[in-house]
């Protein structure tokens, strides 16, 4: 897996690729805590997990996916 990380002046974005070039997991970090959506994937590119952080907590609604891509599981925080 290959790790890429996009630096603004306020925000880091963490990509994780898998070794076919698939993008298995965006982050996004803030002051050095998870800030933003998540989002993870199969690795065939169907999504696994979608989210939000805020100040490291996850907030609102988490989807959780199988891999065709139907939601199986909602959760709100």
Same mark, same amino acid.
């Given at each position: 897996?290959?790790? $890429?990380? @996009?630096?603004? *002046? &306020?925000?880091?974005?963490?990509?994780?690729?898998?070794?076919?070039? @698939? /993008?298995? $997991?965006? $982050?996004? =970090? &803030?002051n050095?805590?998870?800030?933003?959506?998540? *989002? /993870? =994937? %199969? #690795?065939? !590119? &169907?999504? $696994?997990?979608? !989210?939000? %952080?805020?100040?490291?907590?996850?907030? !609102?609604?988490? *989807?959780? =996916? #199988?891999?065709?891509?139907? /939601? /199986?599981?909602?959760? @709100? =925080?």
């Amino acid at each position: 897996m290959k790790e $890429r990380i @996009t630096k603004t *002046k &306020q925000k880091d974005k963490v990509v994780i690729v898998n070794n076919s070039g @698939t /993008v298995i $997991r965006e $982050r996004n =970090f &803030q002051n050095d805590q998870l800030n933003g959506p998540i *989002k /993870v =994937f %199969y #690795d065939n !590119g &169907q999504p $696994r997990l979608q !989210g939000q %952080y805020k100040n490291n907590a996850r907030i !609102g609604v988490w *989807k959780h =996916f #199988d891999p065709e891509g139907k /939601v /199986v599981l909602e959760e @709100t =925080f």
